[in-house]
């Protein structure tokens, strides 16, 4: 049997040359890009190919193959390896037996049946299997095969990556539509992207924001960068401490349902809403979740916790991933997948992070954490690829389809947040979690669309308060 090889050149199989019997195989292994980009270049988005848990945005989320991408492989083989170049191809019958979905790898087999003279046509039989010897599809192709040999060097196909910012943080912000603005107090506000977030929240009618901080710096930073603070009102501190506790006080008289950081260091406003005598505590502990939209992955994906517990135990683990649970189910995931990361997915007396991992997927067994579908340890590309998981051997219902995603502590959790946010042009949300309100908590270096994008998930967690209290 001929396979597919990385050779410089192509070079056909002449009709003279091939017999029957021969044999050439494709393969080839679905990726969730391969999917986007059939449906782009085709303009075949039907939604019928979506898992409609995940179909939240204007893309697939969750997919199997269009059928004309497992047909394309027929193509391919045809003409860059069997025959090869120079092949013309004249009549096709296909039968699609079975899906095919993501990380499923497809082996497409051509076999030489009969050869007629008197055109140079050959017909040759075509079986597509995935990795588990199932028939996807079969049927015949009839071509003109070349009479002279062709040779030609192979072209270097570009990498391709689709992202739209914009577009997935307007998808973003249609999830909070028809829902009143929450009142939320904005804590220092005083350079551009923290004010400009707030008012562009505002202006999207996710919050009304109550700015707190020193009047005249606000006023300043508004009028330099020609920002229009219109009818929000302003609560006048000395300064960024004051700003803190003046926005902890708001929330603990029902004058605001939520907070914003701006341009103040987290300890400081985590100091005060940590205080046990009038911060924000419950009876949870508080912890940060990154909600991500990241182009290169199918379904957005939180990150627990990178902003608030450096080294959490196991105990503390626990609060968080009911965070992160709890979360989810607020921005519509009923059931989300929990992978709890390590460096390896088996479990090592040297590494304390998979035994934790363990021991939290018992205590789920148990009981003891509700709402999600944990599994762990797993290592990052297990959690995010199913080819890698399925490359590794690993059945799982959460490896590469992780909702939420445990790191072992904020180092490498940040790390991995902002690699993401940074080289993989995620777009980004940030809020703290397990306090009696949300709380956006971004960076002094993150963007308006950031600061809005986590305002919705705030307005979202408001609402849903809200609901609870009524209901009770």
């Not at 969750?62 to 394309?72: E, P």
């Not at 013309?88 to 699609?96: G, I, K, R, Y």
């Not at 046990?276 to 909600?291: E, K, M, N, Y």
């Amino acid at each position: 049997m001929h396979f597919e090889t990385s050779l410089e050149f192509l070079e056909s199989h002449t009709y003279d040359e091939l017999n029957l019997g021969d044999t050439s195989a494709l393969v080839r292994t679905l990726r969730p890009e391969d999917v986007k980009l059939f449906a782009l270049m085709s303009g075949d988005m039907n939604p019928a190919l979506a898992n409609t848990e995940f179909r939240h945005s204007g893309l697939f989320r969750d997919f199997i193959a269009h059928g004309m991408w497992i047909a394309s492989l027929l193509s391919t083989i045809l003409s860059t390896q069997f025959p090869g170049p120079g092949t013309a191809l004249m009549e096709t019958s296909l039968q699609f037996a079975r899906p095919v979905t993501i990380g499923d790898t497809i082996t497409f087999t051509v076999t030489v049946r009969q050869k007629f003279a008197h055109n140079h046509h050959i017909i040759l039989d075509c079986v597509g299997a995935n990795q588990d010897g199932l028939v996807v599809v079969s049927g015949s192709v009839e071509v003109m095969a070349p009479t002279e040999k062709v040779r030609t060097k192979r072209a270097a196909l570009p990498e391709i990556t689709i992202s739209d910012k914009y577009a997935r943080l307007q998808v973003l912000v249609q999830r909070a539509e028809g829902l009143a603005p929450i009142d939320m107090a904005v804590v220092h506000p005083c350079d551009r992207e923290s004010l400009r977030g707030a008012l562009l929240a505002a202006d999207a009618k996710l919050i009304d924001p109550i700015l707190i901080g020193p009047e005249q710096k606000i006023r300043a930073v508004a009028e330099e960068h020609g920002l229009d603070l219109g009818p929000h009102r302003i609560v006048d501190v000395r300064h960024s401490h004051d700003a803190a506790a003046m926005a902890v006080t708001l929330v603990r008289s029902g004058d605001a349902e939520a907070l914003m950081k701006g341009s103040l260091h987290t300890d400081e406003l985590m100091a005060e809403v940590i205080s046990r005598s009038a911060g924000l505590r419950t009876d949870r502990r508080i912890s940060h979740v990154f909600l991500m939209d990241v182009p290169t992955y199918p379904r957005p994906i939180m990150i627990t916790d990178a902003a608030v517990n450096i080294m959490p135990s196991l105990l503390e683990k626990v609060d968080i991933i009911q965070n992160a649970i709890e979360l989810a189910h607020v921005i519509g995931v009923p059931e989300p997948k929990v992978a709890i990361l390590s460096a390896v997915e088996t479990v090592n007396p040297k590494i304390q992070s998979t035994l934790d991992a363990a021991a939290l997927c018992k205590m789920a067994d148990r009981g003891q954490i509700k709402g999600g579908l944990l599994d762990g340890p797993l290592a990052f590309d297990n959690a995010v690829s199913l080819v890698a998981a399925k490359t590794k051997g690993i059945t799982s219902a959460v490896a590469g389809r992780a909702d939420i995603l445990v790191v072992p502590d904020l180092e490498s959790g940040n790390m991995i947040a902002k690699q993401l946010e940074y080289l993989a042009n995620a777009l980004t949300a940030g809020i703290v979690l397990g306090a009696s309100v949300p709380i956006v908590l971004t960076s002094r270096a993150d963007t308006a669309e950031t600061r809005i994008a986590s305002c919705v998930i705030a307005a979202l967690m408001a609402h849903a308060a809200r609901a609870r209290l009524k209901a009770a």
